[in-house]
């Protein structure tokens, strides 16, 4: 991972009160400006509501934050960028408790699963804290008695940190502690869904001596978005979510010919072989549909199971799938909440119903009535007898649903795996390493899991 962020991001040669105080350093007094209304998933509650920047407002961070790079990306300021990440990890783990309610409060995560993910967060901060000097050291790639090549890493300059809501810190903190661990100056845009946790996240990283210009805090919608990716004073765009968001940063983006990074949709999938033990992979692989409520940027979308273990599989797996329990998400006992967005209950539907009126059997899905009366809740459910003229089986879904095929061996999984226009990860159950390895090395996927 480190490796990657040296490629990423350096190149050769009390809350409301905290977001007011925020808002008004950065945005002045007296514009009128729209709002973003932050929604509780669970209740349909309004949360807060929080102002936007404007799109001069946006440049000016930048042009601020490009200003005091230089001096914060010196390499002989190397050990305050470190120490400044590992008081913002410590400030992480002091504030989870609070932290995680709001993350809650906002996108519907269980509590329980928005604390792991805050501390996966802070661990991968402190990882890139204690690792920045390893990969900036600059080193000789030859050398003669005339003649010496030497490699040396500087900052990009200002990076925009474009992120998602599904992990709003997890996602963020791959970029942003990345990039001010090797002297970036950022701009961060966090979701318009978790504007709270990215308002937070700033505090924080102030608190902890990052300065307020060489890390930025712009709030706002896709205008804001745009806006921030089409400035020309950008060393390096990075966005996490959706394919075609992504498209059209990257547009915005390519007349700067600035570095662009996406990380954007998958439909992943996993195939399970017959020599596996089936009760454990089948309760890992509903885990991996399932957890987040199937918004995970590498949940399991599609799985393939061998013809010789699919009934033994797909009885465990439902078994699994049963004993999730759905409701409340301040519930530490919750692990499914409603889903973050309202829209995402009509896409799914529009999937689940393609699929059966195409000929595919509902085997586990609870009946509306079973449900919360409020908040965006969707019943998990598994779908057999699917096949790739379905939907669920050809786009992302980003949500408790999941289609089961059964195939004949290796070769049908290995093809049907590739049938897909995403390529974000996919995996392989099996305990013979070497079709393992066939397998990933066959896939046209970005990362495979064995």
């Given at each position: 991972m480190i490796q990657a962020s040296r490629a990423m991001l350096a190149r050769t040669q009390t809350y409301a009160i905290h977001l007011r105080k925020i808002h008004e350093a950065s945005n002045g007094q007296g514009a009128s400006r729209s709002m973003l209304r932050v929604i509780n998933p669970a209740n349909e509650q309004l949360v807060a509501e929080v102002s936007s920047h404007t799109p001069s407002e946006v440049q000016a961070a930048v042009a601020k934050a490009s200003a005091a790079q230089r001096e914060w990306g010196a390499l002989s300021n190397l050990p305050t960028r470190q120490a400044a990440l590992m008081k913002f990890a410590e400030l992480l783990r002091q504030e989870m408790p609070e932290l995680s309610k709001l993350l809650t409060s906002e996108m519907?995560?269980?509590?329980?699963?928005?604390?792991?993910?805050?501390?996966?967060?802070?661990?991968?901060?402190?990882?890139?804290?204690?690792?920045?000097?390893?990969?900036?050291?600059?080193?000789?790639?030859?050398?003669?008695?005339?003649?010496?090549?030497?490699?040396?890493?500087?900052?990009?300059?200002?990076?925009?940190?474009?992120?998602?809501?599904?992990?709003?810190?997890?996602?963020?903190?791959?970029?942003?502690?990345?990039?001010?661990a090797t002297g970036n100056a950022v701009v961060y845009k966090p979701s318009e869904l978790t504007p709270?946790?990215?308002?937070?996240?700033?505090?924080?990283?102030?608190?902890?001596?990052?300065?307020?210009?060489?890390?930025?805090?712009?709030?706002?919608?896709?205008?804001?978005?745009?806006?921030?990716?089409?400035?020309?004073?950008?060393?390096?765009?990075?966005?996490?979510?959706?394919?075609?968001?992504?498209?059209?940063?990257?547009?915005?983006?390519?007349?700067?010919?600035?570095?662009?990074?996406?990380?954007?949709?998958?439909?992943?999938?996993?195939?399970v072989r017959r020599?596996?033990?089936?009760?454990?992979?089948?309760?890992?692989?509903?885990?991996?549909?399932?957890?987040?409520?199937?918004?995970?940027?590498?949940?399991?979308?599609?799985?393939?199971?061998?013809?010789?273990?699919?009934?033994?599989?797909?009885?465990?797996f439902i078994e699994t799938v049963r004993g999730f329990k759905q409701g409340c998400p301040t519930d530490p006992s919750t692990f499914l909440g409603p889903l973050a967005r309202k829209a995402a209950l009509a896409h799914l539907d529009k999937q689940v119903g393609d699929a059966i009126y195409k000929g595919a059997k509902p085997a586990y899905g609870k009946s509306d009535t079973?449900?919360?009366?409020?908040?965006?809740?969707?019943?998990?459910?598994?779908?057999?007898?699917?096949d790739h003229s379905m939907k669920i089986m050809q786009e992302e879904s980003f949500g408790p649903v999941i289609g089961i095929q059964i195939v004949g061996g290796d070769e049908e999984a290995l093809a049907l795996m590739n049938d897909t226009s995403y390529g974000l990860t996919a995996s392989v159950y099996t305990n013979d390493e070497q079709i393992a390895l066939r397998f990933l090395r066959s896939l046209n996927t970005g990362t495979g899991y064995w």
């Open positions: 519907g995560k269980p509590v329980k699963q928005a604390s792991g993910e805050i501390a996966a967060s802070l661990a991968r901060v402190r990882y890139l804290a204690e690792n920045a000097g390893k990969v900036l050291e600059p080193h000789t790639m030859a050398q003669t008695k005339s003649l010496e090549e030497r490699v040396e890493y500087e900052p990009l300059g200002v990076v925009a940190n474009i992120s998602a809501w599904n992990y709003p810190y997890f996602v963020a903190t791959n970029v942003f502690a990345a990039a001010i709270l946790t990215g308002a937070a996240i700033t505090r924080l990283l102030h608190a902890a001596g990052v300065p307020e210009e060489t890390f930025a805090l712009v709030q706002g919608g896709a205008d804001v978005g745009a806006s921030l990716s089409e400035n020309p004073q950008l060393d390096g765009v990075f966005f996490t979510g959706s394919n075609s968001t992504g498209r059209a940063i990257a547009r915005a983006a390519a007349p700067n010919m600035c570095r662009i990074q996406l990380e954007l949709g998958g439909k992943d999938p996993v195939y020599d596996v033990d089936v009760s454990k992979v089948a309760a890992a692989v509903a885990d991996g549909a399932f957890y987040n409520n199937g918004q995970s940027c590498c949940s399991v979308e599609r799985i393939y199971v061998d013809k010789e273990v699919a009934n033994e599989f797909i009885e465990a079973s449900l919360p009366t409020v908040g965006y809740f969707y019943p998990p459910t598994v779908l057999l007898g699917v």
